[in-house]
């Protein structure tokens, strides 16, 4: 929406914003398999004519509606970052009228919650923070900020009041320091993994969102020994005990570890996917990640990774990262 404007075509936005995700997911072997976007994107066809209709009923965007002198001036792909560079954000759009400057933030789900004292329905009061974070941000740069506004999907605006108490920022780089604090008293980072390692019993459904998952012993081990009553796995740990090509792809057979029970992964992915594959035989170490369960083997998904672990993890499958293989 911060991109749409009364001479903006939005069949032809859409095209160039869907160009410039395809192109940045090339980049990256990891992400490479999403792409393309109109293929491998849930419901892709239906929210594109939902967007490009609730951008048409915008009708021209929220700039215009400034003034005349309006002009934007910052967008999306451009960071503000306090002084002491701890503290950074990128606003939707920020446009200028005169020397007065206006902050606006898209939001596409629902911008209020309900009063704590029983009044009307308030906005929510992370996107307040969220602004004002914003605007001490550009008041630190030297820009008079004249007003914040959130604008919802449907092209609703609601002015959201933010004070000038630069305090903030400074606020906020102290409660930086006191988590950097508390993370280096921790010691060993595996001590605040799910599950824990003392307990590899425990719920992981935190776990799928971290990327670091190839790398935590309590998570591996987990992961190697999935507990009977669960639908597990979903990233596959062992053992190659045979690897074959064919027509459709590359099959790996993955013995699983203290198991008889072996995992029939296929991958339909070439060496420019999945680069590991080259240097992959027969007793090697492999962890495979996102992988999806079909008639009793697993297949590639679009979010599918391989590692090669370099040698054989501990009993424990404590996976120290000067252990991880070629990606």
């Known amino acids: 929406m911060q991109y749409y404007g009364p001479a903006s075509d939005p069949e032809d936005l859409w095209r160039q914003k869907e160009n410039e995700i395809d192109r940045k997911l090339q980049i990256n072997w990891i992400s ?5 976007i109109e293929k491998t994107a849930s419901g892709y066809t239906f929210k594109k004519k939902l967007c490009l209709t609730r951008l048409q009923n915008i009708q021209g965007g929220v700039v215009p509606q400034v003034g005349n002198q309006a002009r934007v001036v ?16 990128k606003p939707d759009l920020v446009i200028r009228r005169g020397e ?4 606006i933030d898209y939001k596409s789900g629902d911008i209020f919650e309900d009063d704590p004292e029983g009044g009307e329905p308030i906005i929510k009061g992370e996107y307040r923070l969220q602004l004002a974070l914003y605007a001490a941000l550009l008041r630190e740069n030297g820009k008079n900020i ?3 506004i959130l604008q919802t999907i449907d092209g609703k605006k609601e002015l959201v009041g933010i004070s000038h108490d630069d305090d903030i920022l400074s606020q906020a780089s102290l ?20 599950p824990k390692p003392g307990n590899p019993k425990e719920g992981i459904w935190g776990c799928f969102g971290c990327r670091l998952r190839p790398v ?3 998570y591996c081990y987990r992961q190697a020994h999935p507990q009977a009553v669960e639908n597990w796995p979903k990233d596959l740990f062992g053992i190659i005990a045979e690897k074959s090509m064919g027509h459709e792809g590359i099959t790996l057979q993955i013995k699983m570890p203290d198991s008889d029970h072996v995992n029939r992964v296929l991958l339909n992915g070439d060496a420019i996917r999945h ?9 090697d170490c492999v962890g495979i990640f996102n992988v999806i369960s079909f008639r009793g083997s697993y297949l590639e998904s679009p979010q599918t990774c391989v590692y090669q672990y370099m040698k054989k993890p501990m009993e424990e499958w404590q996976l120290p990262l000067d252990i991880l293989g070629k990606m």
Do not use: F, H, Q, W
């Open 32 to 36: 490479r398999g999403l792409s393309p």
């Open 74 to 89: 910052m967008r999306d792909d451009e960071m503000i970052e306090s002084r002491d560079r701890k503290v950074r954000g």
């Open 100 to 103: 007065e400057y206006t902050i």
């Open 146 to 148: 004249r007003s914040a």
């Open 175 to 194: 409660l930086l320091d006191k988590l950097n604090k508390r993370i280096e008293e921790l010691g060993d980072p595996t001590s605040v993994a799910l």
């Open 216 to 218: 935590c012993g309590p």
């Open 275 to 283: 680069p590991s594959i080259t240097n992959l035989k027969d007793g």
